[in-house]
């Protein structure tokens, strides 16, 4: 199994920066891909930013210029840095990860118990 823990959250004014920070623990085997996703009350679950084994990164239109993830492969650790946070940026924040791990020895997403930003105007 996968075990994902976020940290990092908190109330921040708009236009301030918060780094969120999720840590991967467990039988790991392989992580494909790494997640972040936001849920605001009331709406669903939409992607954030994806960060792959190779680095290669995508983004939200909402978050592009604001947001990068990154990765810590040594660590196990994902990063969202968030800069000129909005309002409309307060949502829990869920790490996401496509991995393998023992016993199962197949692919599949596992997924953090989120934190929660608020962005103040």
């Known amino acids: 199994q996968v075990q994902l823990v976020e940290s990092g959250g908190g109330l921040v004014q708009a236009g301030g920066s918060l780094r969120l920070s999720c840590a991967a623990s467990?039988?790991?085997?392989?992580?494909?891909?790494l997640r972040w996703y936001r849920q605001a009350p009331g709406k669903q679950r939409d992607m954030v930013a994806t960060?792959?084994?190779?680095?290669?990164?995508n983004y939200a239109d909402s978050v592009k210029g604001r947001f990068t993830i990154s990765r810590d492969n040594a660590k196990k650790t994902v990063y969202l840095q968030m800069n000129s946070l909005r309002p409309e940026d307060t949502a829990v924040y869920y790490c996401?990860?496509?991995?393998?791990?023992?016993?199962?020895?197949?692919?599949?997403?596992?997924w953090g118990k989120g934190t929660l930003v608020t962005v103040s105007s």
């Open positions: 960060i792959t084994s190779d680095g290669t990164t």
């Open positions: 467990g039988s790991i085997i392989s992580i494909v891909r």
């Open positions: 996401n990860a496509y991995a393998m791990s023992a016993p199962e020895i197949r692919y599949k997403d596992y």
